[in-house]
């Protein structure tokens, strides 16, 4: 836990409890992910570096047996012109970054705060109480506010600030006071153990041995027309393409594709001229490399279905959810190689981050989502076969994966 940044134990902290069966996910978003430069002299560093991952994020949440009783967070989102601040779920502005001097009348009692002080309304909603952080950079304090304009000193040290969330489980009374019986009542429940949510059945329906090779041929039978044609040029092959049907297109692709692992200068080549438009070389050649593997490794590739138990599913992006209802079911070893902890494959949403990673070496939604309360798509992915370890023909697994890590999820 100490490696993870000060983010990834909140939105593990979100994790922890989105899948606990005594459960409901009322509400999360995924954080958004523009840029911030122009807060980096206004913010501490702290607080700059945790915004990075997790700027606007909600989540909240209740108790199955007490559904009415909301816990969670609202952190408002910093607009990337360093001032604004926008409500992303609402779609609103919220109150910019000013001085208090500039706040609407009655939002502060008389005294409660310098008038030129410079206040970020950061976390909560103005319409009950919230989070100010006062002053700027590393000088800056945090403050409890209320909605009759009572301010509250509560820290200097915004990780001190964000821990105590994350200790209190994001109870509603969490900044209240160092002790409220809401808040230990919260505390006492997620301390008491409860049974994980099963959320998928993974059916595996074949698991069959697939060459290198074979999966390059895949890989290009893949690929757009006009791709197709661009690789075939910086292969060398370039004339006479025009009128070539689809079949004899893909065969003079298969037949100039290298047999043996290219230089990494071709291989940068070939991987833009399919449309990778990274600028670092060294990225080119591993991401070829992921594409049109030439290891003597072996593979294999597995169909599958994927079923859900859930009530509802957030719509995300097809190959994020299979890879945390993969990562959900113990013993398996298909998210092995995962380039950070593993525990964030439970908590992030993958798409979102710089460099999405995924297991696959190659995915082929086969039966799409539909339009069911339980859809139960199918997939073909090609892995590693020490990947798939554990993955057997004629097989149901149930998996605890959270269904997403944005929309509403109900105990099963």
Known sequence: MSALTLAQRLLLRIAEISERSDVIVHQQSAPWSGPLGKWASKLPADMMAFYQECNGLVFRYAFADKPDEWHGLELVSLDSDGKKMIDSYRRTYRIPRQSAKRFPEYFFQDGAVEKDAQVLFFFGSDD??????IGEGESATFHHWDNDGFVSYRESSFTKLIERLIDRGFA?????????PDTDAVMARLATPAPPRPTFEITVNTVEPLTAAELRRDQLAAQRADDQ???LKVLGDGKGLKGLSDADRLHRLVSAFPAERPDDALAVKLIRARGYKGSDPAQAVERFLQEFPYSDEPLVRVHLDLRTLASRIPVQTQDETLIR????VPGLRVTEGFPGDPQLLRAVYLPRQRNYWTPFLRSELVKDWGRGKKPTPSFKVVLRASQAEGLEAGKTYTSFGLPGVEGRIEPA
Do not use: K, P, Q
């Not at 509603?172 to 409220?180: F, I, N, P, Q, V």
């Open 229 to 231: 044609e661009r690789m």
């Open 325 to 328: 209802a993969l990562h959900g």
């Open 172 to 180: 509603h009374t969490w900044l209240y006071s160092d002790s409220h």
């Open 128 to 133: 009950a109480w919230g989070v100010l952080m």
